[in-house]
């Protein structure tokens, strides 16, 4: 059995996006001849809401080491919260003592927290354990600097973190043996400025479908507040809704609205629910869903609760939603990883992505919805009456999908872990090297 450290400050019970890779690949990584040992920062000290249910998704036998971080409470005072910035001076000494303690053949860092990154070329220095770096977003990101969008947490405090990361960034990938990230414009981006990882490895890997998290929460006991009325359809989203999705938002509730003047259905038939929308923390959020909704007459249509929910109660408002309706941001380069659950979750589905993401094409290989899509060309008028046409006129929104789970097999978590595990074998075979996706 080969052993391998993962590096994932968020962990369950976080309830948090950038561990799902490593959480729903653990209870495979054995299958495959891996041995994995996770170093996070324990749960108290991150800023994020919790989800004790998560902690069933984690085999009781994994090793999995946790690490305080200087308190959130004090680091506020003057200006800054970042995980990272707190926590990483604990995860190089436990890192290294774990790196001294034990024969790890691979280091893999999953996060989102750049700020750790760093820490990959400085182990693999010391201990000449070679490593591989998971890009979930963009770690030097041009997009709010192209858009003339407002970045998150505003301009200056985005352009100092920037800055930083334009020095860490080429660094810290010049060392890795790989690099694994959920979408190719990743790699086309990476290698365009940086010319010297051409001959790095890249993979395309999205974070698998999240079986086992299905057949868990049958066992569960939630109480989730049921629907108003059972007169009333409920349409869920789930989901982060910034700037960069306000094209997709605006042209669901264009369309919405095109229904709703055309009769296809009572005003108080329907009702749109929002939840997550916003991962900024608490008193800064934003209900991005009711702005866009409101150029169209229909606030009084949408319930939006921009705070993150806890993960098995997405899981189980999505089993129950009447229909599901996902956005896609006008990045080209964005590949919604969530895409997953909403599949698993067998209701009527309805997404809108820049017609470059993978979602079409998983949506349209599985048969499990309705994919619109949309280019730079495209104009809120035309993407709301094509969604119009085959999802309001054609009832889809009432039908259950005739999902093709043959299909959907390739993108479970145990696949996933899979193609991963292959990547970790060809590291330890030649420190860099090309295999097919």
Request: charged share 25%; hydrophobic share 35%.
């Amino acid at each position: 059995m080969k052993n391998v450290l993962i590096i994932s400050p968020r962990f369950p019970p976080v309830n948090a996006a950038d561990h799902q890779r490593v959480r729903m690949a653990l209870p495979y990584f054995r299958e495959y001849g891996w041995e994995p040992t996770v170093l996070c920062v324990d749960a108290q000290f991150v800023e994020a809401s919790q989800d004790p249910y998560l902690l069933n998704t984690i085999p009781d036998d994994i090793s999995v080491e946790s690490v305080p971080a200087i308190s959130q409470a004090l680091t506020r005072k003057i200006g800054f919260g970042g995980l990272s910035y707190r926590a990483k001076q604990n995860l190089n000494r436990r890192g290294q003592q774990l790196l001294e303690t034990k024969n790890f053949d691979l280091v893999y860092f999953s996060t989102t927290e750049f700020g750790v990154l760093p820490l990959a070329a400085k182990w693999k220095k010391k201990f000449q354990v070679p490593y591989i770096i998971d890009i979930q977003d963009p770690w030097v990101n041009d997009y709010y600097r192209n858009q003339g969008k407002h970045p998150p947490g505003g301009v200056l405090k985005h352009r100092i973190t920037q800055a930083i990361a334009s020095m860490q960034e080429p660094v810290t990938l010049r060392d890795a043996a790989a690099v694994t990230t959920v979408s190719a414009k990743y790699e086309t981006d990476l290698v365009a400025k940086y010319p010297f990882l051409e001959d790095t490895p890249f993979h395309v890997i999205p974070f698998g479908g999240p079986e086992y998290d299905f057949e868990i929460l049958q066992n569960l006991d939630l109480d989730v507040p049921n629907k108003k009325s059972a007169a009333t359809r409920d349409w869920v989203y789930i989901g982060r809704a910034g700037c960069d999705m306000q094209f997709s938002l605006r042209s669901f509730f264009c369309s919405v609205k095109k229904a709703l003047d055309r009769e296809l259905f009572p005003r108080d038939s329907i009702r749109l629910r929002m939840f997550g929308t916003d991962y900024a923390t608490s008193g800064m959020r934003r209900k991005w869903s009711q702005e866009a909704a409101e150029e169209f007459g229909l606030t009084s249509l949408v319930d939006e609760r921009p705070e993150r929910i806890p993960y098995f109660e997405t899981l189980q408002r999505l089993r129950h939603a009447d229909a599901i309706f996902v956005p896609g941001s006008d990045d080209p380069g964005y590949t919604a990883s969530k895409i997953y659950p909403y599949i698993l979750a067998g209701r009527p589905l309805l997404t809108v992505f820049h017609k470059n993401s993978s979602v079409n094409e998983v949506v349209a290989h599985t048969k499990s919805g309705t994919a619109i899509t949309f280019d730079e060309n495209s104009t809120i008028e035309s993407v709301a009456e094509e969604t119009y046409r085959r999802w309001f006129l054609d009832k889809a929104y009432m039908r259950v999908p005739q999902t093709n789970w043959k299909q959907f097999a390739p993108y479970t978590a145990r696949k996933m872990t899979d193609r991963l595990t292959q990547i970790f074998d060809q590291v330890l075979v030649k420190p860099t090297y090309r295999v097919a996706s």
